[in-house]
T-cell receptor, first 116, second 115 residues
Framework: AQSVTQLGSHVSVSEGALVLLRCNYS??????LFWYVQYPNQGLQLLLK??????LVKGINGFEAEFKKSETSFHLTKPSAHMSDAAEYFC??????????????FGKGTKLSVIP | GAVVSQHPSRVICKSGTSVKIECRSL??????MFWYRQFPKQSLMLMAT?????????EQGVEKDKFLINHASLTLSTLTVTSAHPEDSSFYIC???????????FGPGTRLTVT
């Protein structure tokens, strides 16, 4: 079964500091991977996705993530945190289960706090 | 593009009543729609997947008779929580996918509170 593990339910960084949110996946076949951001009482917004093309994926708001097959990781980074980055971040894995069906499996989420 | 709306954004209902939540794809045809449930400070849990014109496929542990899903058109899916109880209080999020694309587009969510 697919699983996505996000290390650290809560990460705090100072404004201007590097943001690193960790995500590891388990899959015998490299999946499609996504990072979503969720602001309070809102739905999910796609930050970026990996679909077996370039291993370094650039997303919106200055975020990027690198797919590392050897480490089964897809960590999210941003060089300089901004106050507006404070939110909940979810890593997700998409795998096809055949017959045109697939499932999106979410990690438990990491809440990012940015300290002024 | 790829906007998904949900209505209502918030609803409070009394225990024992039913509540309907609508999910609409505004600028694309959603051949598949998904319904998720999110408890406070937790991740999204897939409840069911629905394809237009067919019965929804429910995840294990989700009561079909309690959470009625209808996907009658390519732009609308509804989730009806029947005989709601306080433990059904949660944040319900829908998402939609067009054709065989790998990306799902999420609605803004509906906060359900059952008193």
């Amino acid at each position: 079964a697919q699983s996505v593990t996000q290390l650290g339910s809560h990460v705090s960084v100072s404004e201007g500091a590097l943001v690193l949110l960790r995500c590891n996946y388990s899959s015998s076949v490299p999946p499609y991977l996504f990072w979503y951001v969720q602001y309070p009482n809102q739905g999910l917004q796609l930050l970026l996705k990996y679909t077996s093309a370039a291993t370094l994926v650039k997303g919106i708001n200055g975020f990027e993530a690198e797919f590392k097959k050897s480490e089964t990781s897809f960590h999210l980074t941003k060089p300089s945190a901004h106050m507006s980055d404070a939110a909940e971040y979810f890593c997700a894995s998409l795998t096809y289960s055949g017959a045109g069906s697939y499932q999106l499996t979410f990690g438990k989420g990491t809440k990012l706090s940015v300290i002024p | 593009g790829a906007v998904v709306s949900q209505h209502p954004s918030r609803v409070i209902c009394k225990s024992g009543t039913s509540v309907k939540i609508e999910c609409r794809s505004l600028d694309f045809q959603a051949t598949t729609m998904f319904w998720y449930r999110q408890f406070p400070k937790q991740s999204l849990m897939l409840m069911a997947t629905s394809n237009e014109g067919s019965k929804a496929t429910y995840e294990q542990g989700v009561e079909k008779d309690k959470f009625l899903i209808n996907h009658a058109s390519l732009t609308l899916s509804t989730l009806t929580v029947t005989s709601a109880h306080p433990e059904d209080s949660s944040f319900y999020i829908c998402s939609a996918r067009e054709g065989q694309r790998d990306e799902q587009y999420f609605g803004p969510g509906t906060r359900l509170t059952v008193t």
